[in-house]
């Protein structure tokens, strides 16, 4: 299909550009700009969107499921997150798997292609992580990060498997993080009790992302600046976070953005298969479910879209257990409680991201040559239309009446 879009306002997202024209031919986007410096091709279909605005699609690179399902799964239940994920504006998301048999899943719904939402390989926020030690868990020592696990998730993912998270204070953490540099997959700092010494011997290694930043890493104390302290002030690292309003006070993201700079930070979502359920109980203690999770039964309860652990005790219940909302909820909190533009939150969404996860050159921004994955939103990021290589996978009526 060759489309030209027209639009009042386009964030590519580094710059804004007024009455612009985007022109996709197939999978690719083969022209963006102003449209008095760009002719239509006449065998070109047109589409008018008037004032609504032309983003980047988002894209998730931390997301264990949403929809009832987790990413692993099967090729079947990572299908079913894509399709979920295209209705919220997602584009493109990295499938986060922590066990080998689960990442063959993952593996098999890319080699078959997916549908909704572009998988571009598999990120593992598991095996390595420091365990939680929450109150009823085994106080048994940390499992060692050890060459023996990493190879078998390394030959499952065959080839796929595209960021590994480790904590560092594991045993073998530190060479663990070696291995996954010295396999060129990308290395995440997650997890764990580390303090900033062992953050920077962590970055020495090759970590080159600070896993949701703030969350289940020690804090910033002005004698022991911690492993947040590392995340903020280490240029060399870039900072995830959960942007979902639960996980992190608005004025904790705002000081990372003051000191890692726009280019800097990246949100994602987090979710697990509980986004997109409506509010109630969930026990999924039966299902073999996220390495990051496994370590309970797991049961839930969904309360005005934060889940809860439930049903487990009195010395647990109550604790925040994971993200509900999509990627694009973050860009509306990032507006809305820190006070960022649209054009630098969707920055954050799209473009950083991708240049954390290496993908920036297929993807990320609206540039010639990328995939033609974008949104059609209006100024409160509500969504009309979400394209993925160059498909429209959802739409409303709006958009279809301002069509042609
Ligand atoms: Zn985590």
């Known amino acids: 299909m060759k489309l030209a879009i027209k639009t009042q306002r386009l964030i590519s997202p580094l710059k804004e550009i007024k009455d612009a024209v985007i022109l996709i031919d197939g ?39 949403a929809n009832g399902y987790f990413a692993r799964e099967g090729a079947d239940a990572l299908q079913e997150v894509c399709t979920w ?8 998301w990295m499938a986060t798997i922590g066990d080998p048999e689960g990442v063959r899943g993952g ?6 292609g997916t549908e909704g939402c572009y998988v571009p390989g598999i990120r593992c926020e598991g095996p390595f992580l420091y365990p939680k030690y929450l109150p009823g868990e085994s ?37 663990t993080i070696k291995r996954i540099r010295d396999h060129g997959i990308i290395s995440a700092f997650a997890h764990g009790n580390a303090g900033y010494e062992l953050f920077m011997e962590a ?20 004698r022991r600046p911690g492993a947040v302290g590392g995340a903020l002030t280490c240029d060399e690292v870039m900072a995830e976070i959960t942007a979902d309003g639960v996980h992190v006070h608005p004025v904790a993201m705002d000081v990372l953005i003051r000191c890692k700079g726009l280019d800097r930070v990246y949100l994602i979502s987090d979710t697990q298969a509980i986004a997109g359920l409506p509010d109630g109980f969930y026990d999924w203690s039966d299902r073999i479910i996220d390495g990051e999770y496994n370590w309970v039964g797991v049961k839930l309860k969904k309360e005005n879209g934060v889940a809860r652990l439930a049903g487990m005790g009195d010395d647990v219940d109550g604790a925040i257990s994971s993200s509900c909302w999509p990627l694009k909820k973050g860009i509306q909190n990032m507006i809305n409680d820190v006070g960022v533009s ?7 969404g799209s473009l950083n991201p991708a240049v954390a996860a290496n993908l920036d050159h297929e993807l990320g921004s609206l540039v010639r040559g990328k995939r033609a994955d974008l ?27 301002l069509e042609y």
């Open 85 to 92: 994920l295209g209705k919220t504006g997602t584009t493109c």
């Open 342 to 348: 649209l054009k630098d939150a969707f920055r954050m």
């Open 139 to 175: 106080p048994a020592p940390p499992p060692p990060a050890d060459e023996k696990t990493f190879m078998e998730m390394y030959e499952a993912g065959e080839g796929h498997i595209k960021i590994m998270d480790c904590s560092p204070d594991l045993p073998g953490g530190l060479e």
């Open 375 to 401: 949104l059609v939103i209006d100024e409160d990021v509500n969504l009309f239309m979400t394209m993925v290589g160059g498909k429209i996978v959802h739409e409303t009526e709006l958009v279809a009446e």
């Open 27 to 65: 999978e690719r986007i083969e022209a963006v700009g102003k449209h008095e410096n760009i002719s239509i091709p006449s065998d070109y279909e047109i589409m008018d969107v008037g004032d609504k605005i032309v983003t980047p699609g988002l894209v998730d690179i931390h997301n264990h499921g």
């Open 203 to 222: 970055v020495e290694c090759g970590v080159t992302i600070s896993t949701h930043t703030y969350n289940v890493m020690t804090g910033m104390h002005h």
């Open 107 to 112: 593996v098999e719904a890319i080699k078959r």
